[in-house]
């Protein structure tokens, strides 16, 4: 039904809609790190702005991003929605030319990755 209604809602949508009713609820538990509602909108409009403001993303422009599986991820994924950016996701894992393939596919303007990804 969500997906008949024009415009569709989006997961966006959904998210900004547990922001607002209820933005002191736990998210997300890593580790011994929780997470609120309130916590991951204010790290995604902190996320939105450096990647408008720092890496020049403009609406439209894809961003690879190579992240393990961290908070990071969450309002990364959340920032780009935000920005209208397309995300392509890439396995960290990957290496050598599966890697190269994905990001010539993607047709990325920015990688995004985590400090331990970093020169390899």
Known sequence: R???????????DVFRQHVRRRPRHPLLLFQEQVLTFEDVELLSNR????????????????AAVFLPNEP??????????????PMACLN??????ALRHALEAAEATVMLASPGERGQ
């Open 72 to 85: 990071a991820y969450l309002w990364t994924w959340l920032a780009l929605a935000k920005l209208g950016c």
């Open 92 to 97: 960290c894992n990957v290496r050598g030319r």
């Open 2 to 12: 969500r997906v008949a209604t024009k415009p569709a809602t989006t997961l966006l």
């Open 47 to 62: 996320a939105a702005w450096a990647l408008q403001k720092r890496a020049g993303l403009r609406r439209g422009q894809a």
